[in-house]
DNA sequence: GAGTGGTCTAGACCACACT
DNA sequence: GTGTGGTCTAGACCACTCC
């Protein structure tokens, strides 16, 4: 053994752990602390590698499994980037409706309501990892495709975690939702749980989906989750599927 | 350049293809032609890099994404094998059912009836990928979970694929039918497509469901696809969400 | 102990993007 | 042209499984 053996010093958690998890773990603190906000590049991948004193082959390793969890985004030429949440993005990852014909498509979202009250939902309470009787922030949408009515969604968040979230800032909001969680809250949603079941549209949702109460419709109960599968929306869409259909494919092509 | 410079003949379809992508392309095609049937062990990568003439990093690439795909199945120390359709698989890729509180469970299944005919439906039809009025076999089954009936299926295959493919043979079956497909008719499902809407259950449904016509429920109709994207098998279930849901999570977990 | 996949290294060269 | 990620090589050693 060489004498001056080279010392890297580990987390006590990353016993045994191979070294590509740990450089894996690193790169995620810089990405939810802060160090590298959404849309920065990374160094480049000689120099990280480097800087980590890992060979590039490990750090590339590392790389590999954030870009598959959509955390990173490669672009040959160019750089590695921490990912933002853009109309693709969410068309892709997050919006599973689409028209029976296959045609997919950014909604036109309206805010039909909004609220900052005590929680009362137990199911939401539960989702969000909170108690009963805390602070949320629950607003309604209607999202319109092809100008139809056709998703009627009731979000909730903890009021602790999105401070200074109003019906004004909604209301004005460019992009998409996770776009705004994201840019003013900080919050990035890196993946989603989703249950769905059928069940007849009430007074209230038939009025804003414009169908008759009782039809048929999904409803979709969604869990967003940020770094460390901490939950931090939930979700109930409720979905008129006339016209519209819930897609998913089981298993990624190549 | 050294005189001898080695030599591998490149399929033409190659030509700027990686090599890794031709490596992949020449493990499937041997899967897919029956040389690697499942359940069997790959030769070692060692041997295979060396019999492919490429790197063993190279190798491990192909691998790496056939594993990917459920394609193949790496265990370590044990060795890879092309992967089989067993319950577990069935539950975890292509089962989205579960109860309310998260109970995942094998169905049991019962065959309420069988036909071998003539397609009429158009959009089984264009699902398969074949003409209307071709041969195919149609079935249907009753899923039950913890005792209770939860899902009806209609299932359709194109009976040229299955020929032999009997009421007998598929009420003797012991394991899942993706399991029977690929033993006995060497059709191996690698990925499906759902289209899922709520409608409400007809008087056929309801009964074999044991609920009340008119009750919301899911509609899902799968594309179970083999190799090269072809369509193997067309699926309508009806689920009775009452208890149970349909569950998808959005963007794997690492 | 022998054989397997899993990790890690240290380089080389290619393809692509921007300037 | 310069810098980036993408591919490929050729080894070494570790961890696991089975005999």
Request: proline share 6%; charged share 25%.
């Amino acid at each position: 053994m060489p004498a001056a053996a080279s010392f890297r010093p580990i987390a006590p958690e990353a016993a045994g752990m191979p070294l590509y998890r740990v450089v894996k773990r690193a790169l995620l603190r810089a990405i939810e602390g802060g160090e590298l906000p959404p849309g920065e590049a990374l160094p480049a991948e000689a120099a990280l590698a480097g800087a980590f004193g890992v060979a590039i082959g490990t750090l590339r390793h590392a790389v590999d499994e954030l870009v598959a969890e959509h955390i990173l985004v490669r672009r040959q030429g160019r750089g590695t980037y921490v990912a933002t949440h853009d109309a693709d993005r969410f068309l892709f990852q997050f919006f599973h409706v689409e028209r029976s014909d296959g045609l997919r498509e950014v909604p036109q979202v309206e805010l039909l309501g909004f609220a900052r009250e005590r929680l009362e939902d137990e199911a939401a309470a539960a989702a969000l990892g909170i108690a009963v009787g805390e602070m949320v922030v629950r607003f309604e949408n209607r999202l319109r495709l092809q100008g139809r009515p056709v998703v009627h969604d009731l979000i909730t968040v903890p009021a602790l975690l999105f401070k200074g979230l109003t019906e004004k800032r909604l209301r004005e909001r460019p992009g998409t939702i996770y776009q705004l969680w994201q840019t003013e809250y900080g919050i990035t949603v890196v993946r989603a749980q989703e249950r769905v079941r059928a069940v007849a549209a009430d007074r209230g949702v038939a009025r804003v989906l414009g169908i008759t109460p009782g039809t048929p419709v999904l409803q979709v109960r969604r869990s967003a989750l940020t770094f460390g599968d901490k939950p931090v929306e939930h979700r109930v869409s409720t979905v008129h599927t006339a016209v519209h259909e819930y897609v998913q494919t089981l298993s990624r092509p190549a």
